[in-house]
């Protein structure tokens, strides 16, 4: 497309908000509106052509229609129904002449079986866990049958539905005490000579989430028919209360008593670990052609070209080989408050031209130019310590209602080098550009997303913006040299973690001593990293997904068979998908039905 870009879009940027009077604003303000419709639907804004489009879109209002009506998440029955599906929509699409379909109709029809097998695995470890947690909440599957019979339509019977909260309450109520008395190291049988209940924390805190979801479930079945059905209300409203009143009771123990959490402070990060099996399929859906052992060996590989590295921006700093007292150093170098807003605004614009000026991708004016700056909350803080981005991008930043420490660790992690090593990574030409293109090229591929090709783009435009001489100072190269050890770093930490090698508190101290967070970034780093929020690969998939990337770079532009700009716009046109099969694409093979990932991008 042409670059309508106006000449205050492209004004010399200003290295920081301080000491300086009007900033350019952002190019929207000026910008001809004319300029945000395409002059023509060239293959940047339209989808390449698949032939099973329309079935993968189908796949997914079907699945969702399904999840809709069996809601109770994790219940025998929707466990079933979606286990039947998914082998039915395998019938299906076995069914489909294969070598009929051109490299995109194939990339679909792989991507495809490969969610298919994931979705039955996923469903195998659910119904595992089911099974571990089932000591604690053994009344599971009658309190999903209620909300199960009322999405069937059967009538309900007050009086039999009464009876089941009673007995629910009498079983929450012997749990506990069972519990309570196990926790009790000279603990001993009862007269019957059963044995004291016990759980683990990982089994506890799980239990407290899918305890959390089924009373949801249960809230929803009690209000349809409460003030509605007069029979209803007067056998079931007492039963409901004083199960209530035992769920309440009964999770506080589980959270205070079985795993560790303390009214008002901070939750600790217990984690669920997947452990060998479950990495090793994770690793197959990802389409990653190696062990766990061999992906900890090409982090420490990469790591030690970063340790190279920081000696060197440590001794033009002043401070020798020791790297961690240059760090603290450039920690120092932070805005005042108020200031970080302006900070990014100006990062982001310096980042845009970086790439124009060099045409090393498609940056439509739309994608340049709508896109904002939010702030984000002290709790959400926790989780989040940096920046986030998509749509828009998501600043850390002390806030006046944090403790003075915390300001103190919040300043120093978001300091001005660091962001400028991150700001092009949330927005252009990272996540915000894969945001726009997503839901214009190919958007039926969303539901292929994974990580490596998510945050595997925004980390290769790290390794790119770092060959090309972004870095302006040794500073700024220990910023960018910060976010390249931390990749290698969650490769390590997370799949040590999965693998039951490694506790949280160790994945903490492994990112404050081997990366140079702040205690409070890198538990903030570990806690989003297992409390669920992420797929067990997610953290790893950012150095290994640019890693694969390198290699296609090397494989596809350093030839002279593309420019930049070719390579990097027809990623973004395929949409999202594994990377191996983005080398497919763009090598325009027809790979066979049986295809497996063999691809060694890292040797």
């Given amino acids: 497309m042409p670059n309508v870009r106006p000449a205050l879009a492209i004004a010399a940027f200003l290295v920081s908000v301080r000491g300086f009077g009007g900033p350019p604003p952002s190019p929207a303000a000026d910008r001809p509106t004319g300029a945000y419709v395409p002059p023509e639907l060239s293959l940047m804004t339209r989808p390449q052509a698949s032939e099973l489009r329309e079935l993968v879109d189908r796949f997914v209002a079907d699945r969702d229609e399904l999840l ?52 039955q695995e996923l469903l195998d470890r659910r119904e595992s866990r089911a099974r571990e ?80 979801q089924l009373r949801e479930s249960l809230e929803d079945w009690y209000k349809f028919y409460d003030g509605y059905d007069p029979s209803f209300g007067w056998w079931v409203r007492t039963s409901h209360g004083k199960l209530n009143e035992a769920l309440d009771a009964y999770v506080k123990f589980l959270r205070e008593k079985i795993i560790g959490i303390e009214p008002g402070k901070d ?67 932070h805005v005042p408050p108020g200031g970080q807003p302006g900070l990014v605004r100006d990062l982001a614009l310096e980042a845009i031209r970086f790439v124009e000026d060099r045409n090393l991708v498609t940056i439509p004016p739309l994608a340049a130019d709508f896109w904002r ?61 894969q945001y726009y293109y997503e839901s214009r090229s190919n958007p039926h591929r969303e539901l292929f997303t994974t990580p490596f090709w998510v945050e595997g783009w ?38 040590n973690f999965h693998l039951g090698n490694w506790t949280p508190e160790q994945c903490i101290d492994y990112l404050v001593d081997r990366v140079g967070h702040e205690r409070a970034s890198a538990t903030g780093e570990v806690r989003r990293s297992f409390n669920g929020t992420f797929p067990p690969l997610y953290q790893a998939g950012y150095m290994l997904g640019a890693l694969q990337l390198r290699e296609l770079h090397h494989e596809l532009v350093a030839p002279g068979g ?31 039905r049986d295809f497996k990932p063999e691809w060694r991008f890292a040797e």
């Fill in 267 to 333: 939750e600790p990060i217990v984690g669920d670990p997947i452990g060998r099996e479950g990495l090793d399929a994770e690793l197959a859906h990802e389409m990653i052609g190696y062990s766990p052992e061999k992906l900890l060996a090409i982090a420490n590989r990469e790591f030690a070209w970063c340790d190279t590295e920081l000696r060197k921006a440590s001794r033009e700093i002043g401070c020798g080989d020791d790297w961690k007292a240059a760090m603290e150093k450039v920690k120092q170098d």
């Fill in 373 to 433: 700056v939010e702030m984000m909350s002290p709790e959400r803080q926790k989780v989040a310590p940096f920046f986030l981005g998509g749509p828009d991008i998501l600043v850390a930043y002390p806030a006046d209602s944090m403790d003075y420490d915390a300001k103190l660790q919040s300043l120093k992690a978001n300091n001005v080098h660091f962001a400028r090593a991150t700001v092009f990574h949330e927005l252009l030409p990272g996540h915000h550009l």
């Fill in 562 to 592: 593309m420019t930049d700009r070719q390579f990097h716009d027809a990623i973004m046109a395929g949409g999202p998908m594994p990377i191996e099969l983005v080398r497919v694409r763009l090598k325009g093979e027809k790979p066979p």
């Fill in 133 to 212: 947690m089932a000591p604690l909440i053994p009344f599971a599957g009658d309190l999903a049958a209620l909300q199960e019979a009322r999405r069937l339509m059967e009538p309900v019977d007050p009086q039999g539905a009464a009876a089941v909260l009673d007995r629910v309450t009498k079983q929450v109520l012997k749990l506990q005490d069972s519990l309570q008395t196990g926790l009790k190291t000279d603990a001993a049988k009862d007269p019957k000579g059963a044995a004291p209940l016990t759980a683990s924390r990982i089994v506890a805190y799980r239990s407290v989430a899918a305890l959390g």
């Fill in 458 to 495: 925004a980390v290769w435009w790290e390794f790119q913006f770092w060959d090309l001489g972004f870095p302006k100072s040794p500073e700024d190269r220990m910023g960018m040299l910060f976010w390249r050890t931390h990749r290698c770093a969650r490769i390590i930490f997370s799949i």
């Fill in 68 to 119: 809709r009506f069996y809601s109770v998440d994790g219940s025998a029955l929707q466990t079933r129904r979606m286990r039947e599906f998914y082998g039915e929509w395998r019938k299906r699409l076995d069914a489909i002449a294969y070598e009929s379909l051109g490299t995109e109709g194939r990339v679909d029809w792989l991507l495809m079986s490969r969610r298919l097998d994931y979705e």
